[in-house]
T-cell receptor
Framework: NAGVTQTPKFQVLKTGQSMTLQCAQD?????MYWYRQDPGMGLRLIYY???????DKGEVPNGYNVSRLNKREFSLRLESAAPSQTSVYFC??????????????FGPGTRLLVL | TQLLEQSPQFLSIQEGENLTVYCNSS?????LQWYRQEPGEGPVLLVT?????EVKKLKRLTFQFGDARKDSSLHITAAQPGDTGLYLC?????????FGAGTILRVKS
């Protein structure tokens, strides 16, 4: 099992460009998440999908959109990139029904630089 | 104000030394998790503690959940260079995980 995979690994954008970050999991998890990680600020939740067909805003949703394409895939879109969106983006998945606690499994991250 | 305060922010020690890092809050939680993130990788779950006063051991790592379930500590015995990374605590809050800012640990050989 590959776990959680993310593409691309690195991306450089110019201000105003758009792009989609892809995430897929093969663990049959119901819930998926998108975080951004900035120095000194830990992981901040952008959007999450508790189950297929649902999405909800997290702590820092402005400037982003998401799509839960199916149970396996959850994409994050930047419609008009800004330098403030330079960050490392992590996708995660979990299945709280088996553990009763949110044990999250993370992908390797996408490093995004917006010039 | 962050929900979880982690200290210290950065720790650099020699191989073989012991260390403790902390995760504190003024709120009470039903559980708390510790993750380790190596450079260039995503976080990996180390442990979940759910009972006040609970102590869990993972090889040289000892995790403790405070009696009042407001804080936790991670103690590493005889640190090794492979322990280098970012240590994050996290709690379930509104059916989501909220993370602390983390402690960056560097173990020099």
């Amino acid at each position: 099992n590959a776990g959680v995979t993310q593409t691309p690994k690195f991306q450089v954008l110019k201000t105003g460009q758009s792009m989609t970050l892809q995430c897929a999991q093969d663990m049959n998890h119901n819930s998926m998440y998108w975080y951004r990680q900035d120095p000194g600020m830990g992981l901040r939740l952008i959007y999450y999908s508790a189950s297929e067909g649902t999405t909800d805003k997290g702590e820092v949703p402005n400037g982003y959109n998401v799509s839960r394409l199916n149970k396996r895939e959850f994409s994050l879109r930047l419609e008009s990139a800004a330098p403030s969106q330079t960050s490392v983006y992590f996708c995660a998945s979990s299945d709280s029904w088996t553990s009763g606690v949110l044990d999250q499994y993370f992908g390797p991250g996408t490093r995004l630089l917006v010039l | 104000t962050q929900l979880l305060e982690q200290s210290p922010q950065f720790l650099s020690i020699q191989e073989g030394e012991n260390l403790t890092v902390y995760c504190n809050s003024s709120s009470v939680f039903s559980s708390l998790q510790w993750y380790r993130q190596e450079p260039g990788e995503g976080p990996v779950l180390l442990v979940t503690v759910v009972t006040g006063g609970e102590v869990k051991k993972l090889k040289r790592l000892t995790f403790q959940f405070g009696d009042a379930r407001k804080d936790s500590s991670l103690h590493i015995t005889a640190a090794q260079p492979g322990d280098t990374g970012l240590y994050l605590c996290a709690v379930e809050y509104g059916n989501k995980l909220v993370f602390g800012a983390g402690t960056i640990l560097r173990v020099k050989s």
